[in-house]
């Protein structure tokens, strides 16, 4: 059983950066992609971005690029989400998501939550204005 642990959440101004981190644990093979969503009071949950298992290809939301960057490191299982200028709009609780398989498909796929299999706790950024 895969579990996910997320970390780094916190409470950061405007304009401000934060770092969050997702630790993978039962893992039964190396080739997994891995993704980023969030939730925000009162909306669904919303696709942030992902990353395939090489860590060249990444897919992003429109409202993040050029500020978020996901990253991983495959010796450590783990797998950041940095955040740069971020926005009060940004607030939300962030999660951490995985599933087997060393590609990213498409937008629209990989934008589903029900295409990843495992989730984190989650963990809360809130940007202050």
């Known amino acids: 059983q895969v579990q996910l642990v997320e970390s780094g959440g916190g409470l950061v101004q405007a304009g401000g950066s934060l770092r969050l981190s997702c630790a993978a644990s039962?893992?039964?093979?190396?080739?997994?992609?891995m993704a980023w969503f969030r939730q925000a009071p009162g909306k669904e949950r919303e696709f942030v971005g992902a990353i395939e298992w090489s860590g060249i290809m990444t897919l992003y939301t429109d409202s993040v690029k050029g500020r978020f960057t996901i990253s991983r490191d495959n010796a450590k299982n783990m797998v950041y989400l940095q955040m740069n200028s971020l926005r009060p709009e940004d607030t939300a609780v962030y999660y951490c998501a995985q599933r087997y398989g060393s590609g990213l498909y498409s937008y629209s796929v990989e934008s589903t939550s029900s295409k990843w299999a495992y989730w984190g706790q989650g963990t809360q950024v809130t940007v202050s204005s």
């Open positions: 039962g893992l039964i093979s190396r080739s997994y992609a």
